[in-house]
């Protein structure tokens, strides 16, 4: 701040300006302000402290909770990372069964229809949209009156 011959000099100058018989009580008066400003300084500063500490507890209550919850998300991922892990060999391995269910042909087929008679079935009924002369007759299949057959 000040060394001490500028202080000196202030001194000098004060003495010169004020006199002698005013120094002292001037002096005194400046030492009071002087006194009164550091205790609000600190009166200032304690009460930010406090205040600073009142903030600091709440930031600390908040963060309790935030913290946990940071621990449980944590928690829950790694499961959730084993579960897809498992859930992933588990398809795997359907899929590796049904790959080889698909390529498993079966015995052929001794006697019934071969594929060339469905076909030719098939192109009669949607030809004359009636079913085969050998299948039973369904329901609704009666001809209407005034209807012609034909």
């Known amino acids: 701040m000040f060394q001490g011959s500028e202080i000196f000099v202030i001194l000098l100058v004060a003495l010169v300006v004020l006199g002698p018989e005013r120094l002292p009580v001037v002096a005194r008066k400046l030492g009071g302000y002087t006194a009164e400003l550091r205790k609000a300084a600190r ?45 992933k060999k588990d398809l795997d391995e359907v899929a590796a069964e049904g790959r080889r269910a698909s390529s498993w042909v079966g015995p052929k087929p001794i006697s019934g229809p071969t594929p060339a008679d469905a076909m030719a079935d098939l192109e009669s009924i949607e030809r004359t949209g009636r079913p085969l002369g050998d299948a039973p007759d369904l329901p609704g299949d009666e001809e209407l009156p005034g209807e012609a057959t034909g």
């Not at 304690?46 to 507890?57: I, R, Y």
């Not at 600390?60 to 892990?85: C, H, L, W, Y």
């Open 43 to 87: 009166e200032l500063r304690a009460g930010l402290e406090s205040e600073l500490g009142d903030v600091s507890g709440i930031v600390d209550d908040v963060r309790s909770p935030i913290n946990e919850m940071k621990q449980v998300a944590r928690e829950t991922t790694g499961e959730m990372r084993k579960f897809g892990s498992e859930s």
